[in-house]
């Protein structure tokens, strides 16, 4: 049992309620939630390891480091521009503007939950089938391991497009500040959830929630096993037919065919100019594509 991965969600509601009561904004809520979510998960991978081999070293940890500032910068300029096309996109169309406005929280917050999960699902596919969106994503899964840490390690166009198709739509359609700050927590805290090295299944629940069990397979160097494309829950792979059972065994092997995924920049610089770059275009192209 990946009792961590549910000690983690069980945690979360008295957490927000004592954030709650502490005075923090949502903004500083979000943020401590996922530092302190990220910490206990990494604690949790080295004292009960799905893989041994998959804990990240010092190189490693470093270049997570990197992503981390790196796409901390990019979410706070996306959440600027998502806000500002908000504003502007309502002012476009008023009448049509916050249908969830006055929803109650138990409602809303679900459905906030299954609605941000629908526009990342969209483009995580999209970006699997090898054009360009590939060229971005790739970065994402170039890593020989996953680990809770490398879930940081994402080009910033992704993260840019992800806040855009999941937030963007939250604004327009009126759900309550508090509401947004919830769902937001929980599909962060699931993003590094499912990729956390941590051992023990969760049965049952892969259908309900995201989990590693899951999330492992998207990351296989074989792109025919590579499904799952959710990430806090797995409601749109059920539907739309992109659901892998976690079975008894992962990948056999995680990453992208001929790209080394340690830490050496000169990768993770080709990796960041790849979308940009003809030059470093010819050097992605080299890879082999994905089907
Ligand atoms: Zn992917």
Do not use: K
Not at 190 to 196: E, K
Not at 199 to 216: C, D, K, Q, V
């Amino acid at each position: 049992m990946n009792w961590p991965h549910l000690l983690l969600l069980a945690a979360l509601p008295p957490f927000v309620v004592a954030c709650g009561r502490a005075g923090l904004s949502d903004a500083n809520m979000l943020t401590l939630g996922t530092l302190l979510s990220l910490a206990w998960l990494m604690w949790a991978e080295r004292r009960w390891p799905a893989r041994p081999d998959w804990t990240p070293g010092r190189s490693e940890l470093l270049r997570d480091g990197a992503f981390l500032g790196l796409n901390a910068a990019t979410d706070a300029l996306g959440g600027l521009l998502v806000a500002a096309l908000a504003l502007h996109l309502r002012a476009l169309w008023p009448a049509t503007a916050a249908p969830m406005a006055g929803v109650a929280p138990w409602f809303a917050w679900p459905l906030a939950v299954a609605l941000g999960e629908l526009g990342p699902y969209a483009l995580h596919r999209w970006a699997h089938a090898d054009g360009w969106g590939w060229r971005v994503h790739a970065l994402h899964h170039a890593p020989e391991r996953v680990n809770a840490s490398n879930n940081i390690a994402t080009h910033p166009i992704n993260v840019l497009w992800n806040q855009l198709s999941r937030v963007l739509p939250w604004l327009l359609l009126g759900f309550d500040a508090h509401v947004i700050a919830w769902a937001a927590l929980f599909i962060q805290v699931q993003s590094f959830a499912v990729h956390a090295n941590i051992a023990g299944a969760l049965g049952p629940l892969n259908r309900l929630i995201g989990t590693a069990e899951l999330h492992r397979w998207h990351h296989s160097i074989h792109p025919a096993e590579a499904l799952n494309y959710g990430t806090a829950i797995p409601l749109w792979d059920q539907l739309l037919g992109t659901w892998r059972s976690p079975g008894s065994t992962g990948p056999a092997r995680v990453g992208v065919a001929g790209v080394p995924g340690g830490a050496a920049w000169r990768v993770w610089r080709a990796l960041l100019l790849a979308p940009f770059c003809a030059r470093c275009n010819r050097a992605q192209r080299s890879t082999p594509r994905r089907a």
